[in-house]
């Protein structure tokens, strides 16, 4: 709660840019604990879901600024959680960098106590089974990722009062997302080299370390955090896994395989250590076994 101006304890305002997957479950977290949330969207479909479980709705396109006279005066915490929403590498720029100078230049005008930037640990460009947190180095290896870091970037540039988190997430799955189930669900082999690790992290674990951020305390500066689960794992293991669980014949891997979108993620293991030990997040789901059994019982 924060006084309002009449001395009197009202609802804290979260404004939310990129009430997506993540960023609408928070949002529908947020208007359920009680705080009044606003949520951008260009999306007349998503801005009627949204409405329906009471968040206040602004549609406009984040990358222009016209939206910037209709969000309300008093906000006291905003998540950026957008995706690119298609496009390819020019929908990328738009929605994240574009998007980030947009927000920022009304962060200066509205002085929020809080923003959450919801970033990716593509940014990393580490390979070869090797250890990375918050201290490695970043250089992107293509454009992508390239311009994830910059909107970072644009983000720790800051604004006076304001602390920013980002939060650099690692592959997200949860309910209605979860395409290595699906594909062995269908059979037949999978693309890419099952020796990599994959660093995996649950939608509502996600969540949570948003909400840790938003509610950090005083001291807490703000900084760039990894979001990762406890045990990132072969791919080939949670494949096996997932099989059988599933009754199904353990898949096997194809590096040759035709159809593949992107090259492979590199090979690294994630570190959440800085994130448990400041902000004192734990994760609900600490392996892929504990998030991919909850999909399995849906």
């Not at 209605?176 to 690790?197: F, K, M, W, Y």
Request: charged share 25%.
């Amino acid at each position: 709660m924060s006084p309002d101006a009449h001395g009197k304890n009202s609802p804290q305002r979260l404004v939310v840019f990129g009430a997506g997957y993540v960023g609408g479950h928070l949002a529908r977290e947020a208007a359920k604990r009680g705080l009044e949330v606003v949520a951008l969207t260009r999306n007349p479909t998503k801005a009627a879901a949204l409405r329906t479980d009471g968040i206040e709705v602004v549609e406009g396109d984040l990358a222009e600024t016209e939206w910037h006279a209709k969000m309300p005066g008093k906000v006291d915490l905003v998540l950026n959680s957008v995706s690119s929403g298609g496009g390819g590498i020019e929908g990328y720029r738009r929605s994240y960098v574009a998007g980030m100078k947009s927000v920022m230049i009304w962060v200066r005008q509205s002085q929020p106590g809080t923003l959450v930037y919801t970033g990716s640990t593509s940014v990393y460009p580490q390979d070869g089974g090797i250890r990375v947190d918050e201290t490695a180095a970043t250089a992107p290896l293509d454009e992508r990722p390239a311009l994830l870091r910059e909107a970072e970037e644009i983000a720790l540039a800051g604004a006076p009062s304001v602390r920013i988190f980002v939060l650099r997430l690692a592959g997200i799955y949860g309910p209605s997302r979860h395409h290595l189930l699906d594909q062995i669900r269908t059979g037949g082999p999978l693309a890419g080299a099952g020796e990599r690790r994959l660093n995996l992290i649950h939608r509502d674990d996600i969540c949570a370390a948003i909400w840790c951020s938003l509610t950090a305390p005083p001291a807490v500066a703000g900084g760039i955090f990894n979001v990762v689960d406890d045990a990132p794992a072969r791919r080939k293991d949670i494949a096996a896994w997932l099989a059988r669980r599933l009754g199904r014949p353990e898949p096997v891997f194809d590096v040759n395989l035709p159809g593949r979108r992107r090259a492979e993620m590199p090979d690294r293991i994630i570190e959440n250590r800085k994130l448990r030990e400041t902000l004192g997040w734990r994760p609900q789901y600490p392996s892929y076994r504990e998030g991919y059994e909850t999909l399995l019982s849906r």
